[in-house]
């Protein structure tokens, strides 16, 4: 019996002492996890599971070299993993930027954005203008954000300098004017240039000559939403040569005769006036008189094909050698919308309720819920300017016969 129980405890002490064995050779080759700072566990705090590599100082397990081990992980290499790419064919299309130098973070901005929501998928080229040499830097920093090619162009001086038919003292006493009057950009000889240029040249310059479609960026945009479609395949599949997100009112003090050079345009080409026209967007009379309504066009996607057409380019000639550009302010978000209104059928420009854009101070957030569910909006409802009394996108949706989104009425 002694014996019997003797043998026994002997089992029992083996056991005990192969069970101490194992858990001091266990835990000593595993780390201990920390806690977070204060003590204790949040509710957001994961355990990261174990690698091949052995924590510092430790021999690799099975033999293998901490270097060997390193190298079987996932890369984390600068270019990084490829993003997933749509399938299909691509339109000859390209982003468009006008900026300088000193837009550089904020243009970095925007084509985050833009490579995040919609372009890493798609890999379309970037037109970079500009009225000096981009630097290497802004090369630099370009280049590696956008997944398609990039290119850079330097605007040619005739295009962004006063032309010979414009009498520089009276655009002076104008800008001085406006100064006193603090209209905005109203004493700006740049902007200015600008304007002219993104009416009537950008298109023509040597690096767009190549594409057919455009969809232009500025510095500082936000797209809040997914953009799960090729949206210049789309624009071609229906029809589409123009389009925007946001509509607006112009302001009055800086088109005073902008309407009165478009009326002579029209009776110098009606042949370049088309049936079906957006003139109701325009014009609350038929035509004699601007009701200010245009669309923003800091959002455009846009047929490149159209603006080098005769049509267009008689447009902008006969209004640039008004004078306007330089004798008072006029914008190229009328001209555009203008030109779109009068020389397309109403069926040919679109409204992209789905894309999702902030330019200072206005925001296009989608009207419908669901919509923004499932496109993965960050976007509030409640800044969209769509249905807001200085939006002209009602309009839009009356003349063209378009029912209004579910829900627009929250958002009046």
């Given amino acids: 019996m002694a014996s019997g129980s003797t043998r026994y405890i002997r089992y029992i002490l083996i056991a005990c002492f192969s069970l101490a064995a194992l858990y001091f050779l266990t835990s000593s080759s595993i780390p201990t996890p920390q806690l977070p700072s204060g003590g204790s566990w949040s509710s957001t705090t994961t355990v990261k599971p174990l690698t091949s590599a052995s924590p510092p100082g430790l021999p690799s397990p099975m033999g293998t070299s901490a270097a060997d081990a390193q190298t079987s992980k996932t890369p984390n290499n600068a270019g990084g993993l490829p993003p997933p790419t749509a399938s299909g064919e691509r339109m000859n299309a390209t982003f468009v930027t006008l900026a300088r130098n000193s837009d550089i973070w904020e243009i970095a901005k925007s084509i985050r954005q833009v490579e995040d929501r919609f372009n890493r998928k798609y890999n379309y080229d970037w037109v970079f203008l500009n009225d ?19 290119h850079y162009g330097v605007i040619p001086e005739e295009h962004w300098s006063f032309p010979d038919f414009i009498d520089q003292e009276k655009a002076k006493a104008v800008r001085e004017e406006m100064a006193e009057h603090k209209i905005i950009y109203g004493d700006s000889i740049s902007y200015r240039h600008m304007c002219r240029y993104e009416s009537g040249f950008f298109f023509r310059h040597e ?21 799960n479609y ?16 946001l509509s607006l009112y112009e302001y009055v003090e800086t088109i005073p005769t902008l309407w009165d050079s478009v009326k002579n345009f029209t ?14 967007f325009l014009s609350d009379d038929d035509g004699k008189t601007y009701n200010h309504c245009h669309f923003w066009s800091n959002f455009e996607i846009g047929n490149l094909d159209w603006l080098r057409s005769k049509a267009y380019i008689d447009y902008f000639e006969s209004l640039d050698h008004d004078g306007g550009f330089f004798y008072e302010r006029w914008g190229d978000a009328p001209v555009h919308s203008i030109a779109a209104a009068l020389l397309l059928k109403k069926e040919e420009i679109h409204f992209f309720n789905d894309i999702a854009y902030y330019h200072v101070p206005f925001t296009h957030c989608p009207t419908g819920e669901q919509t923004r569910l499932d496109l993965k909006c960050h976007c ?3 800044d969209n300017f769509d249905w807001k009394g200085y939006s002209c996108t009602t309009r839009y949706f009356d003349i063209n016969g378009i029912t209004k989104p579910e829900g627009y009425e929250k958002e009046q």
Wanted: proline share 5%; net charge positive; with cysteine.
């Fill in 132 to 150: 000096n040499p981009f630097n290497d830097e802004f090369k630099k920093l370009t280049s590696s954000l956008v997944s398609g090619k990039t």
């Fill in 230 to 245: 090729d949206t210049f395949k789309y624009m071609k599949d229906n029809g589409k040569k123009y389009s925007f997100v």
């Fill in 207 to 227: 690096l767009m000559n190549q594409f057919e479609w455009y969809w232009r960026v500025e510095p500082s945009i936000e797209l809040y939403c997914d953009v």
């Fill in 380 to 382: 509030n409802p409640k």
């Fill in 267 to 280: 009776k110098k080409y009606p042949e370049h006036i088309a049936q079906g026209n957006s003139m109701g």
